[in-house]
């Protein structure tokens, strides 16, 4: 009897998953309006809008932006890139589109190292969306201060990675018209583009 023909269960997993640059591009758009909501909802301006409900609702958005990022940051470490640069770009903008990918990617888990720096050198035991510890309590006040700046200027610097990030491929679209931003987009967007 042949066994090599039976499909395996990793191969019944595999069938009924996403392809890859599917749940990519819903990682992607996933991350995007939580990238605004926490450029922009800091944790005392969350406070002063509303209290303790609404920071457990950030706590919450920022468990999934943690959990999003290191699966990114897996499965680029298992796979390499998804996206290739095109063939339309000149070299310096491959180079730029592999620096550009690579950083966003490890800026993320840099952000998600980061929190948990937080939590661990914090006086209490921080937990993510309320009910997740991030880290034992250390209380080690200087060390919290110094992560928590490295955490806020680390994720401005995403950010605004990540727009530089989204300026090139808008660019790649419209001027070398290589359809950058259709390969990214949900199908159902694409007659826009």
Same mark, same amino acid.
């Given at each position: 009897?042949?066994?090599?023909?039976? /499909?395996?269960?990793?191969?019944?997993?595999?069938?009924?998953?996403?392809?890859?640059?599917?749940?990519?591009?819903?990682?992607?758009?996933?991350?995007? /309006?939580?990238?605004?909501?926490?450029?922009?909802?800091?944790?005392?301006?969350?406070?002063?809008?509303?209290?303790?409900?609404?920071?457990?609702?950030?706590?919450?958005?920022?468990?999934?932006?943690?959990?999003?990022?290191?699966?990114?940051?897996?499965?680029?470490?298992?796979?390499?890139?998804?996206?290739?640069?095109?063939?339309?770009?000149? /070299?310096?903008?491959?180079?730029?589109?592999?620096?550009?990918?690579?950083?966003?990617?490890?800026?993320?888990?840099?952000?998600?190292?980061?929190?948990?720096?937080?939590?661990?050198?914090?006086?209490?035991?921080?937990?993510?969306?309320?009910?997740?510890?991030?880290?034992?309590?250390?209380?080690? /006040?200087?060390?919290?201060?110094?992560?928590?700046?490295?955490?806020?200027?680390?994720?401005?610097?995403?950010?605004?990675?990540?727009?530089?990030?989204?300026?090139?491929?808008?660019?790649?679209?419209?001027?070398?018209?290589?359809?950058?931003?259709?390969?990214?987009?949900?199908?159902?967007?694409?007659?826009?583009?």
């Amino acid at each position: 009897m042949d066994h090599s023909k039976q /499909p395996t269960v990793r191969d019944a997993l595999t069938a009924r998953l996403p392809h890859r640059r599917t749940a990519l591009k819903w990682l992607h758009w996933s991350l995007v /309006p939580l990238m605004v909501w926490f450029t922009f909802m800091t944790p005392e301006i969350v406070l002063r809008l509303g209290g303790q409900t609404l920071f457990q609702v950030h706590s919450v958005l920022g468990l999934i932006f943690v959990t999003l990022a290191l699966l990114w940051t897996a499965d680029y470490l298992r796979r390499g890139l998804a996206g290739r640069p095109g063939p339309k770009l000149p /070299p310096w903008g491959r180079r730029l589109h592999r620096a550009l990918h690579v950083t966003l990617i490890w800026g993320l888990f840099g952000v998600a190292l980061t929190g948990f720096l937080l939590g661990l050198t914090s006086a209490t035991v921080l937990k993510a969306g309320g009910v997740l510890p991030i880290a034992p309590a250390l209380n080690l /006040p200087k060390a919290n201060e110094i992560a928590g700046l490295v955490h806020t200027i680390e994720f401005y610097l995403l950010a605004a990675i990540a727009l530089v990030h989204a300026g090139f491929h808008i660019w790649r679209h419209f001027r070398l018209k290589d359809n950058a931003l259709r390969i990214m987009v949900p199908r159902a967007l694409h007659r826009y583009l």
